[in-house]
């Protein structure tokens, strides 16, 4: 079922990107917030791109500290960066293979709408590979201007909001360039999105579809 309810046992996730630094940018603050509040919690990572380099290195670093104290289970493969169309068929398989291997209480995976190209092909093999499960669509500010109207909200302390940056500064040296990747891009979307949610800051999320469990 997708469903929501209060109280609700969350022991294992799926978190997916397209190329390493999506699955931090996306919903990094909520991978730390989760983590926190569950030691020992299952994460299942899958990344299409950047496998074998620097870019696995800092993904693998990344995300060991953005989920601590989480059973982290990474995999990394190696598809063209901005050529996932063209490779549909080994990206399709890497996806039904980590939904041979867990049945997660959440996704967390780029948005159907996202302009990207690569973002929005994974998106689209989530929501059938995994249907019947929550996806969570996270965002990633980018050039396209593609942010859209979110309808969930995980509000994040200022801490965790802070910290989240911090983070992306320290393990992804290769994206420093890049005139969008900075602290104030990364702090100004979550501050307009708590504003949104009446919280200091938040990341927020697209939903497909959401059963709610509020009854008995």
């Given at each position: 079922?997708?469903?929501?309810?209060?109280?609700?046992?969350?022991?294992?996730?799926?978190?997916?990107?397209?190329?390493?630094?999506?699955?931090?940018?996306?919903a990094g603050g909520t991978l730390l917030t989760l983590c926190?509040?569950?030691?020992?919690?299952?994460?299942?990572?899958?990344?299409?791109?950047?496998?074998?380099?620097?870019?696995?290195?800092?993904?693998?670093?990344?995300?060991?500290?953005?989920?601590?104290?989480?059973?982290?289970?990474?995999?990394?493969?190696?598809?063209?960066?901005?050529?996932?169309?063209?490779?549909?068929?080994?990206?399709?398989?890497?996806?039904?293979?980590?939904r041979g291997r867990t049945d997660p209480d959440l996704v967390?995976?780029?948005?159907?709408?996202?302009?990207?190209?690569?973002?929005?092909?994974?998106?689209?093999?989530?929501?059938?590979?995994?249907?019947?499960?929550?996806?969570?669509g996270y965002e990633i500010v980018k050039w396209d201007g593609?942010?859209?109207?979110?309808?969930?909200?995980?509000?994040?302390?200022?801490?965790?909001?802070?910290?989240?940056?911090?983070?992306?500064?320290?393990?992804?040296?290769?994206?420093?360039?890049?005139?969008?990747?900075?602290?104030?891009?990364?702090?100004?979307?979550?501050?307009?999105?708590?504003?949104?949610?009446?919280?200091?800051?938040?990341?927020?999320?697209?939903?497909?579809?959401?059963?709610?469990?509020?009854?008995?």
């Amino acid at each position: 079922m997708i469903r929501l309810g209060a109280g609700r046992p969350l022991e294992r996730i799926v978190a997916v990107g397209a190329h390493c630094d999506d699955i931090a940018i996306g919903a990094g603050g909520t991978l730390l917030t989760l983590c926190r509040a569950r030691p020992g919690l299952r994460v299942d990572a899958l990344v299409l791109s950047g496998g074998g380099g620097e870019r696995e290195e800092e993904e693998r670093a990344a995300l060991a500290a953005f989920c601590p104290g989480a059973d982290l289970r990474l995999t990394v493969h190696k598809l063209p960066d901005g050529r996932l169309p063209a490779h549909w068929e080994e990206a399709k398989s890497a996806v039904e293979e980590l939904r041979g291997r867990t049945d997660p209480d959440l996704v967390l995976a780029p948005r159907t709408e996202d302009a990207h190209q690569d973002h929005r092909g994974l998106a689209k093999l989530m929501t059938t590979a995994f249907r019947d499960h929550l996806v969570l669509g996270y965002e990633i500010v980018k050039w396209d201007g593609d942010l859209g109207r979110p309808v969930a909200y995980q509000p994040l302390s200022p801490d965790t909001a802070e910290r989240k940056v911090r983070l992306l500064q320290e393990h992804y040296p290769s994206q420093r360039h890049r005139p969008w990747y900075d602290r104030e891009a990364f702090l100004g979307l979550a501050r307009i999105r708590g504003i949104e949610c009446h919280a200091r800051y938040a990341e927020a999320f697209a939903v497909t579809k959401l059963t709610l469990d509020l009854g008995e």
